[in-house]
């Protein structure tokens, strides 16, 4: 009730365009209705609205500092009016005095949210800056429990996977590797969305297939062109971390076959701390008075010398 009287008093005296905005801000996710008066309003729809008018209150309300999760809040309605309020945005909208973990890595996100609706860089550009929010989407999703973020998750996917579409294949092949590898890492976070018929019908349509006939043809290269540093260099440590591997459970197995069919053989001595295994090799072969000899100085007469045998 105390958040009604609260959000009532916010609204109160305001026109629709201002009140449709406050309203976006004090609910948790601006609802549809509230987005689509707004775009009424800015488009003409409404006879006692000017859309320039609108325009400009909002433009106003988008230039003063505002909290990271109501800054969060107006760029994703910009996100959403893409058409109207994308020029309209300014790197003032997000508060530089917090101080809070969680108000921080909000205000990081913002940060990158905003740089990539304002920039007008080229399709790989773009992957980039959304799959930089990657890290930091993550850690709000695990944890806080903040709807918002994931709104601006959904519109993220749909836009990466857009973009993921519009790569042409006559670019750089390596530019292109490594924007599908990018894509492919940031769809991983669908797994905090709630998924609706129609991203999973967008993700559907995504192919990696070219980055498994990289990865092919780079082991066809590294078979056949040893003089190639680099993939050599790679293919050497794979190698070895196998070769490793066999090594440790073939002497495990050894082991194991020598306890159970030939315990006899694997015996040690307490004079001589000698053990043998099934093929008869000494692993040690340092008697008591040796070791004592060869670690500690032990004179020939005196008090102490009946440690070591003569």
């Known amino acids: ?157 749909i836009d990466i996977i857009a973009l993921f579409h519009s790569i042409d294949q006559q670019d750089d092949q390596e530019k292109r590797i490594r924007a599908m590898k990018q894509v492919r890492r940031f769809i991983d976070l669908k797994g905090y969305l709630q998924m609706n018929q129609e991203l999973q019908n967008k993700l559907n349509t995504l192919n990696f297939q070219e980055i498994k006939q990289q990865q092919q043809i780079e082991w066809k290269i590294c078979k056949t062109n040893p003089n190639n540093q680099e993939i050599q260099t790679q293919h050497f440590e794979l190698n070895k971390k196998q070769l490793s591997i066999q090594i440790n459970e073939s002497t495990n197995f050894e082991n194991y076959q020598t306890c159970q069919e030939h315990p006899q053989d694997r015996r040690m001595s307490l004079q001589t701390r000698t053990i043998s295994n099934q093929r008869g090799i000494v692993q040690s072969n340092t008697t008591t008075s040796s070791s004592i000899r060869n670690n500690f100085f032990i004179p020939k007469q005196g008090p102490l010398s009946f440690l070591i045998p003569s």
Not at 78 to 88: D, G
Not at 99 to 120: C, E, G, I, N
């Open 1 to 157: 009730m105390f958040n009604n009287i609260k959000r009532n008093l916010t609204i109160f005296n305001r026109d629709i365009v201002e009140s449709s905005w406050l309203k976006s801000l004090i609910d948790d996710v601006p609802k549809a209705k509230h987005i689509q008066i707004l775009q009424n309003c800015l488009q003409g729809e409404y006879i006692n609205v000017d859309p320039k008018i609108a325009l400009r209150k909002i433009s106003l309300r988008l230039q003063h500092s505002q909290k990271p999760l109501n800054a969060l809040k107006s760029l994703y309605l910009a996100h959403v009016l893409n058409k109207f309020l994308i020029p309209q945005l300014t790197d003032k909208i997000i508060d530089q005095q917090c101080k809070d973990p969680a108000d921080l890595l909000m205000a990081s996100v913002a940060h990158l949210y905003y740089s990539y609706l304002k920039s007008q860089k080229n399709v790989f550009e773009k992957i980039d800056s959304i799959f930089k929010m990657n890290r930091q989407l993550e850690v709000l999703l695990l944890k806080t429990n903040i709807p918002i973020i994931k709104e601006i998750l959904y519109l993220l996917m």
